[in-house]
Each structure stands twice: as C-alpha cells, then as structure tokens.
C-alpha cells in the first residue's frame, strides 16, 4: 500500500521522501494514475483523452519550517493509520485516493531545531517558557541551511529543497495540498477556509471547497472541545506559499496552523494555564490529515471534474483579461532575459516566439500603446495549461480586495527581472520556439593584447569572480569605449596580457574557458588605444583588486537578510566570503578585510563609540561596507553619514481637514497602519548609471520597497545613485499617507570616507534571491564602488 521514494536531498545531505499510499489496485496502477492526471491538466505530451473516474490526489506537505516540530510526528500517525489493517475506515478513501505524505520539507531546518532541543531539556521538560529549552537562538531551525524561508519560495525555487519538490509537484499535480505549520503557542489552530484577500485567479470551487473541507475539520474539533479560527490572518495572495502555489496550480491548497512552533518543545504552559504538548500539537494536525483524506474521498470525483475543468478553462484562454504577454529581446538583456526562462521553465511555463504588431500595456511607463513583436521576441500566451500561474505572475496589478495581507503585495515579472514587457489584451499567435542568439565571440590567441568583457548582469559577475580567484589580474573602465569596431559600456572588464605573464599562453584559453560556461561574450582587444573613450593606461580605468569580503551575522542580524547575502556568494557567485559573528567585532583583524557587508539588522557595536570609532577609521584607511535596509538607519544615525532618514510623518492634508480623525473605532484598530505603510510593493527609481553603483542598468530600475523609509538626497561627499522622484508608483498597495512621503528621496547612495566608502543600499536587492535585478547592483558594490 505504500510506495516511498526518494526525490532529493538537502544542502547538509538529508534525504527528500514521499511516500505514496493508497490501496494495493491504486498503487500498482501509480504511473498510470499519475499519467491520466497529467491529461487531466492539459500537460501530458501523449494528448490521450483522460478517464475522470481516477483517484483524487491528495498531498500532504509536513515540517517546511523545521521548528514546527508537530506536523513531521503528525505525518508518521497519518501513514500509520492509513496502512493499520483493522483501521477500515481508512481502506475504504484509499479506493478513490491516493495519498501523498512528504514527512519533512525541510530536514535540515528541523534536525538543527531537534537537535538543539535535546541538548538543552533536562530529564523532564520544564513548561516554563522562560526556560532555555524554549528560547532557540539564532537563526532557529525555521529556515533552510541558508537561513532560506521555504514557505516563501515555491514559484521562485531559489533553494534546492523547493526545486526538487516542485519537479515532483509538476509530475503529479495533486488535487489537494495541504502545508502543515505552526504558530503562536497561544493561538489555538487554524484551518480553511483562509483569510481575505483572495487573489482574483482563485475560482468559485476553490473558495466553496475550502468551506467544505473546514466543516469536515470543525466536526472533529468540535467533538474533542478543541479551539480553532477560520477566515483570519492566512490569506491567499503571494504566489510563492505552500497553499497559494497549489492553488493557482488547479489545487485546493491550504494551510493548517497549529499552536506551539518554535518555542513549543515537549510541553510549555499557555496563558490560560493549560500545557500544551507536542502529543496535543501532533494529534491536532493528524486529526486535520484524516480529515482532508476523508473529505477528499467522499469528493473525489467532484474533486477530479473541477479539476480538468480548471485546465480546459486555461487551455481555452478564458483566464485574465490579458491574453499574451510580451517581453522584448535585446542583447543588453541576454542574461535578465535567460534568468527569467529558467524561472518560466521551472513552473512548466510555456513560451515561443512570433512576429506582429499589436496593443499592449507598457510595463515601464504603465501607458497603452501600441508595439511592434519581432522575431526572437518573448511570447507568453495565458491559453496554455498553466494560465493562471501565467496571469499571477506576470499581472502589472493584481487586484487587492483587503490590503490588510500577509506578504509583499507586488512581483510582476517584468519588474523583477527589469525587463521591457507588455501586456496585451490580444492574442499573439507564437509561430516558434524561442531560440538564444549565438554570444558574440571574438577568439582571443597568442598575440591578442587583451580582451574586454561587457558587464550586463549576474553572468558578467559570476565570470569576473571566477577569473578574480583564480588570480587573474583585471581591470575596468569607468568611461564607455570604442576599440576594433566593437563598443563597450561602462564597467565592461578588461584583461590585459600585462600583469597576467605567469598564465603564460593558457591565460586566453581560461578566459575563453570561463566566459564559454557564463555564457557571455568576450572579444579580443589588439591595442590599448582605443578609437574612443579612455586608453587602457589611463587612471579613468581602474584596477580590480581581488577584495576579501565579510558579512556579518549571528544574534542581532537577520537571519533572512544574512542568509540571502551567504547563498548569493556561495551558490550564484562562487566567490569567497566570510561570515562573522557581529558579536566578535572587538576582535576581528580588520585589516585583513576590504569590504563589510551588514544585512539588514540591529548593530550593537554601533552603540558604543569606541567600537564605532574603530570602525569609522577603518572606512577612511580605505574599508569599504555594504549596508543593507535596517543597518542603513542605523548607520544614518552616525556621526559622520550624509545620508539622513527623512521623518516627516506623511500626514497628509485631508488629515488636518477632519477634526474628527482620532475618534477612532476599536473594532478596525488592526487596519489602522495601513495609510502609513507598505507591504511591499514596486517602485521606479531613476538611476545615475555613470555611478560603479549603477553600471550595467539603463536609466532606471524597479524597486521593492518593504518598508517606509526614504533618504534625503545626498548634498555632498556623495552620490545619489538611486533616487525616487514623483509619481513612481508601479504595482502593488501603498497606503495613501505613505503615497506623498515616498518620492523625491534617496533609495540607493555611497559616501566616500577617506579611502574608503559606504554602499546604502535601503531596499533589499536580494530579496529572497528572486529579485534578479537587484543581484547586479549587489555585485558592482561588491567590485566595483570604491574601487
Ligand atoms: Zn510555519
């Protein structure tokens, strides 16, 4: 009755399950169940006809946030019932059913939280939450070997985890998928139906059935006395959940939340002075799992009908008001552009090209107008299986019904790839597949003088790091140039034979070598005089030193921010970095180091002046420090910064106008914050692209800001190299107090201290590591600003 398979495994090499059980008919017959499924949605290449009297497929999803403890142990009494031969009740949804149970999404996650847990509980554990057993310290066992949040990435699938489960997750396409959590030890548990706002893409069955599903589930709960919420907090909009991805992939996706995460352990008093324990939090969630099988079999063939009918909606192109998405080609974008396919690909999203004239919405001015389509341009119909997923992500607005959300209220594609892109209410016939163009390559020999490589993105960056560690000297030109016909933008790299003698004659085969696997174009150089521009002599072409880099973590620091900041360098760059716990400033060698990088994060040693002065005269004798959101106010606050947070309230005129605005009514006290703030949303910042800062961005780039804060502009000693002017508002929700304060201000500046400088960089530009247009930015503070 079980099948277990192995799908995967973790950054610290912990195997990947799932294990599938249904009854013996169901689980010989698994491939071709799976198959039939697959016609169902429209994706299987065979085009058979499908049969709809087939199991549904439910799959139950435990333990993404590793210390969430009770789900992993849920799921092992789930298999057990599923599999215990006098449970008849059981044998009998197994006929229609077959079950999916991945035990642990996040092992990693929750062995660093076990493992903790069982070193610091006594013979009994003690329920008093003050106890050590129930403070976890940094970073907890919630996040990946990154310090990655899982539940965040299923559409981007940065992390290994997410990649290997969503290739499982487009195999099989479940009807049904539920993501086990946990939270407040306080709040009872939460199951669906889930909170507003919805996202319009969510159809009629999927609203009712989740209402389904919650009775079934109230049943239970209300039989045992249990407590639980419906309708609050957990809504269904971001695309990157573990309920919302399912859901705008044909499912009924949910999540369930029991009290008790992370600071649960074997028991723990609530402040109704009850304990609670991992025995209670595991039989809530194992009484939930039975729940959604029992109901899923009694529906499963409403469940299967739904089901196809979803995909022939998708495939008809009945979903969205936009029927195709465009999103232009150009060399300059070759890597943004190559990112974004990676994306559509892991999604099994479909793409080709075409050729035409048509209408459209401008992502870059937000205006009609009209386009012309060539030839290697980027077409993405919404009449393909996957329609919905195609409208989520790539709406330039995304209706908001309540802006009381859980996440970030904005992530079309185009602006988080930086790309030019429209979206057109036509449908754009795609007469091909997308092809890359062949890189431009001008073979480099024995006698080439040098070569230039043009800065265009993260695979300009990756090729540079690669060639920087293995001891290639390099250099790069402030100015744009012109030499043997070719032209080169700022910041394009240069190799020189001079400096690189010990390589000997293998030095252009490496670099031919390394550019080859970037998958970017090098061309050789047969002078230093160049027809325009600067000479390579000259001192508007600078030297690159190989910087060693620092960042800083441990308690205090962000354990997300920290953790974007380690994966970039080790999985995306390949470039040494060391990670430093912020507590060891007092003995840190400092001068061993060129560049800080500070996630976002509380910095103690900011407080104390002589740790802070120390730090001030390591910028002037030529440090160089990166910092990211938090610690950007925090270094606003000292002495020495010309970058100044700007604090006027944003109380705007109609504010002054009633002079009844603070009678207040209680019951709306929780959507009080909203006209002074954002929950993440895209704005348009002008950029100076002649600043190392900027190089390899047009004259603008879109950014997610988080957060209110903006600076005011930079009146010397530095550069405003990102700035928000008037009316930047692009996609998202942004509280109309919050509306006059964001614009007219810094967003990303350096300051130059001595020999050294300051990177402000007060948005995150890793966000999650799918915010791929900020990665380039990252990367020239890395090489390039003060250099
Ligand atoms: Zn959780």
New binding site residues.
Partial sequence: MVKLEQYGETNEYRPLYLAFVSNVENINNLENIRLNNLRLANIAADRMAPTESTPAIVWLSYN??GN?TSSSEAALLTLFALVDPSNTQTKAWLKNTVVMIDPCVNPDGRDRYVNWFNSVVGTNYNPNLDAREHREPWPSG?SNHYNFDL?RDWAWQTQIESQQRIIQYNKWMPQVHV?F???GINQPYYFAPAAQPYHEAITQWQRDFQVTIGKNHARYFDKNGWLYFTREIFDLFYPSYGDTYPVYNGAIGM?Y?QGG?GSGGLGANTDEGDTLTLYDRAIHHYTTSLSTIEISAMNSSALVKEFRKFFNSAVSGEIGEYKTYVVKNNIVDAQRIRALLKLLDRNDIRYGTGSGNARGFNYNNGRDETFAVANGDIIVSTAQPKATMVKVLFEPRSKLVDSLTYDITAWALPYVYGLTAYASKQSIGITGAWKSAAVPNAPLNADTYGCALRWQGVSSATAVAELLTKGVKLRFSEEPFEVNGQSYPRGSVIVLKKGNEKFGNSLWTMVEKVCTENIIGVSAVSTGMVDKGFDFGSSRVHYMKARKIAVLTGEGIGSLSAGEVWHFFEKELRYPVTLINASDFGRVKWNDIDVLIMPDGNYRFLNEKSSADQFYQWIQNGGNVIAMENAVVQLSKQPWSEVQLRKEDGKDSSDKKDPYISLRSFENRQKEGIPGNTPGSILRVDTDNTHPLMYGYPSYYYTLKMDNNIYDFIKKNGWNAGVIKKDNQLSGFIGYKLKSKLQDGLVFGVQDIGRGSVTFLSDDVLFRSFWENGKLMFCNAVFMVGQ
């Fill in positions: 993404v946030h969430e919630r539940n993501d959590h946990e939270q999540t939340e995460g």
